[in-house]
């Protein structure tokens, strides 16, 4: 999935919901971020998450933000602008612009999951990070994600719809065995869930719904089927019979 255009724009606002802001507060806690490191954001999108480090790690630090999308870019630009710490370029995780082992720590917040070679990208990482650096990736097991409210068959057609959206859409269960292949160790584990039972623009699910729908009408889906989906959803929440639920993982690596 390309996140340019309204794909993009989509993938901003949902940035910017309550729990993504949770979920920031979990990366930040287990990075754990010192005055004056260096730290890369591989997909680090509009920079909410890079602008936080930056600040973290003072302007002696680098908070270095790559991110293929120049939308993207652009958006993390805007946003990370007063923070001296902080510097954007575009770029791809498989063939980083830094020489070996410069920083402390890097981060891939769903990022790792849209990478066709996930053992080539991490390799690069480890490349790119001291020994003993920190690799913090969080991804999602997109087959526990639970909608409950619309009908059942619109359901069923977006989330078809959505499998294709990753060459990894459960990356979390297949992760381990690829970090230790690519030099890492210390492996962990920690659920960052989201549960919503109201569908409101404040919510991971309002805005992952729209995105999903968007994708889904690239991918063939006809417009109104989508729309009636987003329709279906809103009638659930004024029923009071809107429910959804995902576990995102961070998984944690130590560079060996």
């Avoid at 990366?27 to 997909?43: M, W």
């Avoid at 993390?76 to 995780?93: F, L, S, T």
């Avoid at 805005?207 to 989508?226: H, S």
Wanted: charged content about 20%.
């Amino acid at each position: 999935m390309d996140f340019i255009g309204e794909i993009a724009t989509i993938q901003q606002r949902l940035a910017a919901c309550q729990e993504m802001a949770a979920r920031r507060h979990a990366v930040l806690q287990e990075l754990a971020p010192r005055r004056g490191e260096r730290v890369i954001e591989v997909g680090c999108g509009a920079g909410f998450l890079l602008r936080e480090i930056g600040l973290a790690l003072g302007p002696h630090g680098l908070a270095a933000g790559v991110d293929i999308s120049e939308d993207q870019i652009a958006a993390a630009a805007r946003e990370c602008a007063h923070v001296p710490a902080v510097k954007p370029m575009v770029g791809d995780i498989r063939v980083l612009d830094y020489p070996d082992e410069v920083f402390d720590a890097a981060v891939a917040v769903q990022v790792v999951e849209y990478i066709e070679d996930v053992p080539g990208a991490l390799t690069e990482l480890r490349r790119v990070l001291k020994p003993g650096g920190r690799f913090h990736c969080l991804a999602t097991n997109w087959d526990s994600a639970f909608w409950h409210g619309p009908e059942a068959t619109l359901t069923a057609q977006i989330a078809r719809a959505w499998d294709a959206h990753a060459p990894w859409p459960n990356l979390p269960a297949r992760l381990p065995p690829m970090l230790v292949t690519a030099g890492f160790g210390s492996i962990r584990t920690l659920p960052v869930p989201v549960v919503n039972p109201n569908l409101h623009e404040n919510t991971f699910a309002y805005w992952a719904a729209r995105l999903m729908a968007a994708y889904a009408v690239e991918q063939g889906v006809d417009k109104a089927q989508a729309q009636a989906w987003l329709d279906a959803l809103d009638e659930a929440e004024q029923a009071d019979e809107f429910f959804f639920s995902s576990v995102p993982i961070l998984t944690t690596a130590i560079a060996v």
